[in-house]
């Protein structure tokens, strides 16, 4: 529950009439104050599906206390900070989001664009210009909350409810002029007994993406959980979770790639049968209906869905979720791997709240490491730090107790 002003009303966000006066509020461009806080925090109203969602300010993420679910770290402590207003324009005018996209969402002549390694348009190579397709990942995952945890979420995150949030957040997010959702695919959960209605739905779906003799190709985007990647009696393809009867095909420059490029996520993956892997991709549909994948990047996760980089981050979030604490997960986007990234930040942990950094051994005496050593979320305690390689995960800063909000 959040309470918010409504020029002089104050409402809880489960109170009977916040409905009727979020409606109000959109169409008298009213801006309603979070008061997570004493001084209160303007918000703005924004369409979403056939009602309205209160939503936090561009850039005021971090001024709200941290366990109020509008609250996110401060941009420079994760990936956001580098892509947000360039590659992600947010107008609470209008209340869509305008993103801007490193890799193509077309192709000629039925031949996929193969970028080179590096390139602007590769999957996890890219400037804050342009979102990458693993940045692109990370913004939708943060902005359907699943980087988000707390004790009362245990066993509450199926497929269906990834799913669910995943395409909500995707609502009023538009690309080069079109809606993200028409180009965005994420599979039902699959089921036996509706396997006819669900094959029916994702032919209806990919028709946008045919291929055409003599037209650009219309390319679509693949979020699904991977169970395997492996050689086909003609070249390769990659199975995902929930759409049994049809693999996408992967050529092979892709899959070389794909094993050089993603050793360490891969590594991960095989090495705990509790992680999964998320794939993000862009595919087109051949005339005799085989989707074929022409971009891609993964993303292992936790049981919980929880994103994770390495062995590191995963004891660290394993950790928080043993001992039921409150924290979002941070995100990369289109940082590269030696550069400054809070891999966690509690939201139990009082006004001040927590960074917490994991220092690979790999960083150990770079610029990257010195540069962790006195950054806070608000001004107040110091950062949380772990040295796998030196010492046993440190104590975690202790939980405040309930009720310390001064609303």
């Not at 049981?303 to 995100?331: T, Y």
Request: proline share 7%; net charge neutral; charged share 25%.
């Amino acid at each position: 529950m959040v309470t918010y002003l409504f020029g002089n009303r104050r409402l809880d966000s489960d109170d009977e009439g916040f409905a009727d006066a979020l409606a109000a509020a959109h169409a008298d461009r009213l801006r309603p104050k979070c008061l997570c806080l004493v001084q209160g925090i303007e918000m703005y109203v924004a369409r979403l599906g056939e009602g309205f969602i209160v939503k936090r300010m561009p850039s005021t993420g971090s001024r709200h206390a941290p366990d109020c679910p509008s609250y996110e770290p401060p941009p420079e402590a994760s990936g956001l900070g580098q892509v947000l207003g360039t590659a992600i324009k947010e107008d609470p005018a209008t209340g869509e989001t305008a993103l801007r996209l490193g890799f193509s969402m077309s192709k000629l002549g039925g031949r996929a664009t193969m970028p080179a390694p590096g390139s602007p348009s590769d999957s996890v190579a890219s400037d804050g210009s342009k979102l990458s397709l693993r940045g692109l990942l990370h913004y939708l995952w943060d902005q359907a909350e699943l980087t988000r945890w707390q004790p009362g979420f245990a066993s509450k995150r199926s497929w269906g409810t990834v799913r669910k949030h995943l395409l909500l957040a995707a609502e009023n997010k538009v690309a080069r002029g079109e809606a993200l959702r028409s180009r965005l695919y994420i599979p039902e959960p699959f089921s036996i007994e509706q396997r006819d209605a669900l094959n029916a739905r994702r032919v209806a779906q990919w028709s946008h993406a045919v291929a055409t003799p003599g037209k650009p190709q219309h390319l679509m985007l693949l979020i699904g959980e991977v169970k395997e990647i492996v050689p086909a009696r003609y070249g390769y393809k990659a199975v995902i979770k929930h759409v049994p009867d049809q693999a996408f095909a992967l050529d092979e420059q892709l899959y070389r790639r794909l094993g050089r490029r993603f050793d360490s996520e891969l590594a991960l993956w095989a090495s705990a049968d509790t992680v999964h892997m998320i794939l993000i991709a862009t595919f087109g549909v051949s005339e005799t209906g085989i989707p074929a994948i022409g971009e891609m990047s993964l993303m292992p996760v936790t049981p919980q869905w929880l994103p994770i980089e390495d062995s590191f981050e995963r004891q660290l979030v394993e950790r928080l979720v043993a001992d039921g604490r409150g924290f979002i997960k941070g995100l990369r986007y289109n940082l590269h791997r030696d550069q400054c990234l809070a891999s966690a930040t509690l939201t139990d942990a009082g006004e001040a709240g927590s960074l917490m950094f994991v220092i690979a051994p790999a960083l150990e005496g770079t610029a990257v490491a010195d540069s962790i050593y006195g950054a806070t979320p608000l001004g107040d305690g110091p950062a949380w730090v772990w040295h796998p390689a030196s010492e046993s995960m440190p104590r975690f800063p202790e939980s405040a107790p309930d009720g310390r909000r001064s609303s």
